[in-house]
Antibody, heavy 120, light 108 residues
Framework: QVRLQESGPGLVKPSETLSLTCTVSGASISRNYWSWLRQPPGKGLECVGFMHSSGYTSYNPSLKSRVSISGDASKTQFSLNVKSVTAADSAVYYCARNLNEHGGMYSDSWGQGILVTVSS | SYVLTQPPSVSVAPGKTARITCAGNNIGSRRVHWYQQKPGQAPVLVIS???DRRSGIPERFSGSNSGNTATLTISRVEAGDEADYHCQVWDSSSDHVVFGGGTKLTVL
C-alpha cells in the first residue's frame, strides 16, 4: 500500500520561498508520476505540477515561473519549491501519486495534506 | 486552457439518487476521474476513466461521460455520502491536470 506524507513549515513570510517534502513508502518514485496539488481554504483543488523520475516535469501554467518539483529516489522523497509567495499561495498542499494509463492521468494515492499559511 | 464546470451544490434526500455533473467542451472525448472529499480529509478517488469504480467503493457509485457532460451518479444516497465531489481530466495539449470547481453534496 502506497503511503505519502507531506512535511515542511506551516508558516512562510511573503516574498520568501515555500519548500515542502513528500516522503513515500510502499512504492518507488522511480516509477509513475508524482504530483503536488493544493486547495485554498473553502475552494477547489488545483494541480501545482508533477514530475517523473526521468526528470520530466510539468507545471501549472499559472504558476510555472515560480514553481519547481524534484525528486530523490534514494530517499524516496520528492519536493516542491514555490518562490516569491503571496497570501494567494496559502492553502492545504497535498502530494500524490499519479498514474497515466489509457491516455489519462489521475491521482490514486494522496498524502493527508499540510496547511501552509503565507503571512508576516 | 481547458475548463471544467460543476454546480456548487447538490441536495438529495436519503435513499434517492444524486447526479453530479461536470461540463466541458467535448468532454466525452476525454477520460474523466472523480474524487470524494470529506471535511478535513484528503480526496479519495472513487471513479477513474469515466466509469471504473475503484476498489472498496460501493456499487451505488457510477459514472458516465458523453458529449459535453460527465456525470457521477450516486444511487440510494446515504448520510455518509455527504462530501465534496471533484471531477478531473488530463489536458494533453498543455500536459496539465485540470479540476472542476467541486460540488458539495448535501443529504437532507
Amino acid at each position: 500500500q502506497v503511503r505519502l506524507q507531506e512535511s515542511g513549515p506551516g508558516l512562510v513570510k511573503p516574498s520568501e520561498t515555500l519548500s515542502l517534502t513528500c516522503t513515500v513508502s510502499g512504492a518507488s518514485i522511480s516509477r509513475n508520476y508524482w504530483s503536488w496539488l493544493r486547495q485554498p481554504p473553502g475552494k477547489g483543488l488545483e494541480c501545482v505540477g508533477f514530475m517523473h523520475s526521468s526528470g520530466y516535469t510539468s507545471y501549472n501554467p499559472s504558476l510555472k515561473s515560480r514553481v519547481s518539483i524534484s525528486g530523490d529516489a534514494s530517499k524516496t522523497q520528492f519536493s516542491l519549491n514555490v518562490k516569491s509567495v503571496t497570501a494567494a499561495d496559502s492553502a492545504v498542499y497535498y502530494c500524490a501519486r499519479n498514474l497515466n494509463e489509457h491516455g489519462g492521468m489521475y491521482s490514486d494515492s494522496w498524502g493527508q495534506g499540510i496547511l501552509v499559511t503565507v503571512s508576516s | 486552457s481547458y475548463v471544467l464546470t460543476q454546480p456548487p451544490s447538490v441536495s438529495v434526500a436519503p435513499g434517492k439518487t444524486a447526479r453530479i455533473t461536470c461540463a466541458g467542451n467535448n468532454i466525452g472525448s476525454r477520460r474523466v476521474h472523480w474524487y470524494q472529499q470529506k471535511p478535513g480529509q484528503a480526496p479519495v478517488l472513487v471513479i477513474s476513466y469515466d466509469t471504473d469504480r475503484r476498489s472498496g467503493i460501493p456499487e451505488r457509485f457510477s459514472g458516465s461521460n458523453s458529449g459535453n457532460t460527465a456525470t457521477l451518479t450516486i444511487s440510494r444516497v446515504e448520510a455518509g455520502d455527504e462530501a465534496d465531489y471533484h471531477c478531473q481530466v488530463w489536458d494533453s495539449s498543455s500536459d496539465h491536470v485540470v479540476f472542476g470547481g467541486g460540488t458539495k453534496l448535501t443529504v437532507l
